[in-house]
């Protein structure tokens, strides 16, 4: 580290004293010794890491990285000049300098901040993914408890009865020594005329959770559910460990092509889809790989084009679609459960062993099986997913084999049987046509499901028989119809089921959306067709227009509905927000019902939406013929720690306690309405786990004798975690002081301006102005500019006091400063 030396010729008091800034010729100074900061390479978060400071007899300070961190900052190894003298120093030393490890590296520290920033030179980095960081090297939080709530109460009254609901949803957590208790429940209450009042409390699970970061996965003890990738999902009592996909760089997580290729020169590769430029890299001569390109969903094919250094120009296409099955070349999904299915609806629920596996094998294709083990029962799934040029697919058979049955239920003492799905996506390029999801699912007669089977042994499987799905087909397909022209969808569903006891289900939706200049318009049809044989068409026209220009002006929306059996409804509505950070919404609305014996209605209503620091609050009410009613609901979390309880809007698994002692009513950049409190806690919801978030404040609104040393902080959380990040602040009157020494003379620029104990404040400006803040009225500075007594002065302020509710700007004074060895 190359030492600033400064002329001081140039900074000499009327006296001809010259003014003594040798600190400042040295760097940093921090102490030695084992220090915690946040680590950042070429801009990019690594984590919060235990780093020791050495410090020699000149002031040069090393931070020192043991050979494990060497690792996780990213730099290969094998790319460095001299690998065998790089293979001694991470094997003999425990203290690795980055500058002298990898030639063209700089260290810098920001001690305001706590952070370490590493340039290292790109040809020496193994890819690092922009704001995420690895599970390993995430912040786990600390202890607190938290409770997010839901509270809604209803009255209404019709034909003279009245009637009352309340209900109030919980999902409450304790984060203890890395695990974290969840428990999610719901309670509600209802009363009315002519009606018997119950009340009631559901507990929809508890569990213990831990992460298991070296597996990237996650260790779950309690109520739980099954995943959902390959089974259906069941609640269930029990253990389940499970790969986590959020642990994964976003270039691995979803499906992408691994992209390979020759290049010929240093060559340029541009990775476009439907015109849109997804990736591009400059490569060496020789085969390349890219196996790095986020997904993109269902969005069709990539072109690649190979850029050589002469301007040659070559392209070819990779197929690209997926199924939600298909994985990245190498990437695995796991699952592994132990435990008794949940259902209070049985008497004797069964224990189960499942395990489910994928794993992408190549580009082409993934392979995935999944098995559930009972008393008497058993299934095995087998499939596979492929993407081709002609779209993604994937196919699986379920095979379950079951015993033990009650032959009331028409299967037979034992059942066996398979169930077949064909999964389908795909973007036709030429007609921008998107199949987004296409699945057709076939199960024999003797085919149980988990949920069949435990139903089978308890007397609420009576109808199973009757009420098993046979078959069922599922579609949604979109339709962009060019610029300007909007764009058409249509979703559908069909399903029938075994026995003669039930027909089949059809329901589907078509419509048409467009915007304008002056608004948007949408169009919709829609028919359900139920097992009794009951149907019904629904044909739809809205309309919206923005009333003004401005950001928040309101929208005009008005809707035509009219049903097949005669039915007509009409809607008029209007909608807008209010405040700086549009916390207040509202809506107006009323509407006209006329039905098909030509009998009509009519209701008017409003609701209002109000985002308060602490909680979110929401109000509606309706009037209408021979009715009314109103309604009032409050959302929001409470959050109990080490420093007190705070409550906030924001609801998440993972949050951040910002402490900033002293700074109420600042506000929180990241959420809005969010102020931190009178205890100088604040509390910001639904950060992105493994990933890194940056929380801001903005000091507007907080007292001016307050001041945010920093305004800006990162941090990575791992899920679920509740992490705490300090903002440190200063506290005092604002003041700038014009000195003078006894004989009307300025003060040199840049002397030390300390306390009375020696602590430093700040240093001396030009003009010979000083500004600090005083925590006392009054109080004892001494200014240095040198180590000898006649180098050094005292000055004795008195400031004017102030009522404390009453918010003070900058003070100006002028003081003397009078000798050290003077009695004064």
Same mark, same amino acid.
């Given at each position: 580290?190359?030492?600033? =030396? ?6 000499? !008091? ?67 000049? @001299?690998?065998?003298?790089?293979? /001694? ?8 300098? +980055? ?22 030179? =790109?040809?020496?980095?193994?890819? +690092? ?9 995430? @912040? ?10 839901? %509270? ?31 428990? *999610? ?73 691994? %992209? ?29 790989? %890219? ?13 690649? !084009? ?85 779209? #993604? ?64 042994? @308890? ?77 019904? !068409? ?18 005009? /929306? ?8 005669? /039915? ?34 009519? *209701? ?10 602490? #909680?979110?609050?929401?109000? *509606? %009410? ?31 698994? !993972?949050?951040?306690?910002?402490? #900033? ?31 890194? *978030? ?45 000195? =003078? ?36 009225? =009054? ?46």
């Amino acid at each position: 580290m190359a030492y600033q =030396q400064f002329n001081t010729d140039f900074l000499l !008091t009327k006296e001809g004293q010259s003014v003594d800034i040798s600190r400042f010729e040295k760097g940093d100074s921090i102490n030695p010794g084992n220090n915690r900061f946040d680590v950042f390479v070429n801009q990019n978060l690594i984590g919060r890491h235990d780093v020791t400071v050495n410090k020699d007899e000149d002031a040069h300070i090393t931070y020192c990285f043991n050979s494990q961190q060497v690792k996780m900052l990213g730099i290969d190894i094998n790319k460095l000049p @001299d690998i065998n003298a790089v293979a /001694n120093i991470l094997k003999n030393e425990k203290c690795i300098d +980055i500058e002298r490890l990898v030639p063209g590296s700089k260290v810098d520290f920001d001690q305001t901040s706590l952070r370490i920033d590493l340039s290292i030179p =790109q040809a020496y980095l193994s890819q +690092i993914e922009r704001n995420y960081v690895s599970p390993l090297d995430t @912040d786990r939080g600390i202890t607190a408890f938290f409770a997010d709530y839901n %509270i809604n109460s209803w009255r209404s009254r019709s034909s003279g009865v009245e009637q009352t609901q309340h209900y109030a949803g919980l999902n409450t957590g304790l984060n203890l020594v890395g695990w974290r208790l969840r428990h *999610n429940g719901s309670y509600s209450q209802s009363s009315g005329d002519n009606t018997e009042a119950t009340r009631q409390y559901a507990s929809l699970s508890t569990y213990a959770q831990k992460e298991i970061a070296i597996l990237k996965s996650q260790l779950t003890i309690g109520q739980y559910f099954t995943p959902s990738d390959l089974f259906e999902s069941v609640p269930y009592n029990g253990i389940q460990l499970a790969s986590d996909d959020r642990m994964l760089p976003d270039s691995q997580r979803g499906f992408a092509p691994v %992209i390979r290729g020759t290049a010929e020169t240093n060559a340029k590769v541009t990775v476009r889809q439907n015109g849109n430029t997804l990736y591009e890299k400059t490569v060496a001569p020789g085969p390349f790989e %890219i196996n790095d390109l986020y997904s993109s969903g269902f969005a069709g094919d990539v072109e690649v !084009t190979v850029t050589e250094a002469d301007g040659r120009v070559r392209s070819f296409t990779v197929p690209f679609a997926t199924v939600p099955q298909l994985l990245r070349h190498g990437v695995s999904r796991y699952s592994a459960v132990i435990g008794t299915l949940r259902d209070n609806r049985l008497d004797n629920a069964p224990n189960f062993l499942q395990g489910n596996y994928q794993r992408g094998i190549s580009n082409l294709w993934t392979g995935y099986t999944g098995s559930i083990l009972a008393n008497d029962y058993m299934a095995v799934q087998v499939g596979v997913a492929l993407s081709t040029g002609l779209g #993604a697919f994937a196919l699986d058979v379920t095979h379950s084999d079951a015993s033990g049955l009650s032959l009331s239920q028409g299967l037979g003492e034992k059942s066996r049987g398979q169930s077949y799905r064909l999964s389908y996506s795909k973007l036709l390029e030429s007609t921008q046509t998107n199949v987004a999801v296409a699945a057709y699912r076939f199960s024999s007669k003797g085919y149980l499901s988990f949920t069949d089977y435990a139903q089978s042994l @308890d007397e609420v499987g009576d109808n199973i028989a009757t009420y098993r799905q046979r078959s069922r087909l599922q579609v949604n397909i979109s339709q962009t119809m060019g610029e300007g022209f909007g764009s058409f969808y249509l979703s559908g569903a069909a399903q029938n089921y075994w026995g003669a006891g039930r027909g089949s289900d059809i329901s589907y939706q078509a419509g048409y959306t467009n915007s304008f200049n002056w608004g948007s318009i949408n169009l919709s049809v829609g028919r359900t067709r139920s097992s009794n044989g009951e149907q019904e !068409t629904q044909y739809m026209l809205g309309i919206s227009l923005p009333l003004g220009s401005s950001p928040q002006a309101p929208y005009l /929306n008005t809707s035509v509905t009219r049903s097949q059996s005669g /039915n007509m409804n009409s809607q008029l509505g209007v909608s807008g927000s209010l405040g700086n950070q549009s916390q207040f919404s509202y809506g107006l609305y009323g509407s006209y019902n006329q039905s098909s014996s030509n009998s009509s209605t009519h *209701n008017l209503g409003g609701n209002v939406q109000y985002r308060a620091s602490n #909680a979110l609050l929401s109000s *509606n %009410i309706s009037s209408g013929n021979n009715f009314n009613q109103y309604g009032v609901g409050m959302r929001g979390s409470v959050l109990v720690h080490a420093g007190g309880i705070n409550f906030s809007q924001g609801q998440g698994e !993972t949050k951040a306690i910002i402490v #900033a002692k002293g700074a109420k009513g600042a506000s929180l950049l990241n959420s809005s309405g969010e102020k931190i409190a009178g205890n100088g806690y604040a509390v910001v919801s639904g950060l992105m786990p493994y990933r890194e *978030n940056s929380l801001a404040i903005d000091p507007k609104g907080m007292s001016n004798n307050v001041e945010l040393a920093t305004t800006e902080q990162r941090i990575a959380p791992s899920y679920g975690a509740i992490v705490k990040l300090d903002y440190p602040t200063v506290t005092g009157r604002p003041v700038l002081l014009l000195l =003078q020494d006894t004989k009307g003379n300025s003060l040199p620029v840049g002397a030390e301006v300390n306390d009375s104990e020696g602590n430093l404040l700040t240093m001396v400006g030009q003009g010979s102005r000083v500004f600090l803040r005083a925590e006392k009225s =009054q109080g004892q500075l001494v200014v240095r500019w040198g180590e000898s007594i006649d180098r050094q002065c005292k000055v004795d302020y008195q400031l004017p006091e102030v009522a404390d509710n009453n918010p003070t700007s900058l003070l100006q004074q002028s003081a003397l400063c009078y000798p050290v060895s003077s009695s004064r």
